[in-house]
């Protein structure tokens, strides 16, 4: 999807993994596309159409699980943790790293969303050649 | 897309025009996939990745402008407006009437992003073999 509809020229230059973490701009992007794919995801599950938000409490507690918290500054709140997550989920989307049906695949699995996105950023870390730790 | 993801069991049974102007489930999945395309339109316009909000006012206008509007009752608030217009966009993604890249290629031509809803609305309504009028 990410070729067909040419997302190329979004990123322009190459960044390192903290800068994309702390991309506002991404940040902004990955807020959307995060609540879309876990809308859908939900919406598969239940087989009915479902808008939902991913709470900030379940994203910065993926990026502590996963070991990403550790790529961060050490004063940075949930609401910029939540921010780090949905920052990396779409650079990944527009790096063609992870495919959007990959992604919802990862979201949508088990029950809990809090487990479903930790293995979503671990994931991402080795498909993008990163060690959080 | 939407035959890779499988998103034919989120909706299950037929439904009017009318009925699906009026689904809550399908306002709410349709608010996300609107922001959603709506901020990557934009991210690829302005070669940066942004996250925007489409507003009520201009979804509601665009309800008007396309006719879309005779189709809901009278009494009518813009937000329900908005939501109409949210969910007949995702519906027809659903439904495979107009893809995701073609819903990304009117909402992001010219400026005047109530024009370009406008226009989505109608098309979509072709598509869908429906006149508002």
Chains 1, 2 share one sequence.
Not at 33 to 47: D, I, P, T
């Amino acid at each position: 999807m990410a070729a067909k509809i040419e997302t190329s020229r979004i990123l322009k230059e190459p960044k390192s993994l903290r800068e994309v973490l702390l991309d506002k701009g991404l940040a902004g992007l990955g807020d959307m596309y995060v609540n879309f794919v876990y809308s859908l995801a939900l919406s598969r599950k239940f087989e009915r159409p479902i808008g939902a938000k991913v709470n900030n409490r379940i994203l910065a507690e993926a990026v502590k699980r996963s070991g990403l918290r550790k790529m961060l500054p050490r004063r940075i709140d949930r609401h910029a943790q939540g921010d780090a997550a949905e920052a990396l989920i779409v650079f990944a989307w527009l790096q063609e790293a992870m495919s959007f049906e990959d992604c919802l695949k990862v979201i949508g699995e088990g029950d809990d969303p809090t487990d479903a996105f930790t293995e979503l950023l671990r994931e991402i870390g080795k498909r993008l050649g990163a060690t959080y730790e």
